[in-house]
């Protein structure tokens, strides 16, 4: 078994009589069942590091796969997406500029009309303040 260290550790009177009955049931001594338990918990634990660890490598490889395909098509969804904006933006402002247009040509064409209004605003307010 190679180089041999000691071990000691003080339990309940309690647990330690629990343990005896068992050791009789079961015909081991001390030393069997303590190191029995301590190679089944490292066993145990062993085993599970080693599927977490196989969990987070398949994990991390179908995020890479998800980011790679999304990746993917977020860059062709942009491309589509300006197209369209540029389209948009352009009957927009083509509108805007023809409804500037059109507002100056009925601004320039009666500038009478534009006196008068304001002449007859300043009208109201005036009477507006005498009452």
Same mark, same amino acid.
């Given at each position: 078994?190679?180089?041999?260290?000691?071990?000691? $550790? /003080?339990?309940?009177?309690?647990? $330690?009589? =629990?343990? =005896?009955?068992?050791? &009789?049931?079961?015909? +081991?001594? &001390?030393? /069997?069942?303590? %190191?029995?338990?301590?190679?089944?918990? %490292?066993?145990?634990?062993?085993? !599970?590091?080693?599927?977490?660890?196989?969990?987070?490598?398949?994990?991390?490889?179908?995020?890479?796969?998800?980011?790679?395909? =999304? @990746?993917?098509?977020?860059?062709?969804?942009?491309?589509? %997406?300006?197209?369209?904006?540029?389209?948009?933006?352009?009957? !927009?402002?083509?509108?805007?500029?023809?409804?500037?247009?059109?507002?100056?040509? #009925? #601004?320039?064409?009666?500038?009478?009309?534009?006196?008068?209004?304001?002449?007859?605003?300043? &009208?109201? #307010? @005036? +009477?507006? +303040? @005498? +009452?």
């Amino acid at each position: 078994m190679g180089n041999m260290r000691t071990m000691a $550790f /003080q339990v309940p009177d309690e647990l $330690f009589q =629990k343990i =005896k009955d068992y050791l &009789q049931r079961n015909n +081991m001594t &001390q030393k /069997q069942f303590v %190191i029995g338990l301590i190679e089944n918990e %490292i066993e145990r634990d062993l085993t !599970q590091r080693a599927v977490m660890n196989e969990v987070s490598i398949d994990s991390e490889k179908v995020a890479e796969e998800y980011t790679e395909q =999304k @990746g993917t098509a977020a860059v062709s969804d942009c491309e589509a %997406i300006p197209d369209k904006d540029e389209e948009v933006a352009e009957e !927009q402002e083509s509108t805007d500029f023809s409804d500037d247009f059109d507002d100056e040509n #009925e #601004e320039s064409e009666n500038p009478d009309e534009d006196e008068d209004l304001d002449e007859s605003e300043e &009208q109201d #307010e @005036g +009477m507006a +303040m @005498g +009452m």
